[in-house]
């Protein structure tokens, strides 16, 4: 790693709710640090160019999310970053007041049923397709 990625990454600040993380603060950072995840050659081959990193990791800051998190979890499709099922169900699991409940109901390598709990409604069942790769949670 050049000196100034590592002086890039040693400004970042920590996310106060998600512990130890580089956090961007600006811009500026996030997209040095896109470049950065993408010039190490270790992301995943969804993620082709550090235009792509950059628009992942913003994704995920819209969601609370560290850039690390994002670019484990927020996957390309079709030329869109579209969220995991595993995210989607941390999401959901993080928000306590609203959500009773989050089951697997059914799991095979097109599709994953979850049967969700809102706090105050009946039970409902949710498909998440994945056209691209498994589905299995």
């Known amino acids: 790693m050049s000196e100034t990625a590592i002086a890039t990454v040693g400004q970042m600040t920590a996310a106060p709710t998600t512990g130890e993380v580089f956090a961007p603060r600006t811009m500026a950072e996030a997209w040095k640090l896109a470049q950065t995840f993408h ?23 819209e969601l609370g999310l560290s850039p690390m998190a994002s670019l ?3 996957h ?10 595993a995210l989607i169900a941390g999401i959901v699991q993080r928000r306590p007041d609203l959500c009773e409940g989050f089951v697997l109901v059914e799991s095979s390598d097109t599709i994953a049923t979850y049967e969700t709990t809102r706090r105050g409604q009946a039970p409902s ?3 998440v397709h994945h056209r691209a790769g498994r589905a299995r949670a």
């Open 125 to 127: 069942a949710h498909a």
């Open 72 to 74: 484990r979890s927020i």
């Open 76 to 85: 390309v499709i079709e030329g869109k970053p579209v969220l995991s099922a």
């Open 39 to 61: 010039a190490s050659g270790l992301l995943p081959r969804g993620i082709a160019s550090p235009e792509a990193a950059f628009t992942i990791i913003a994704t995920g800051a």
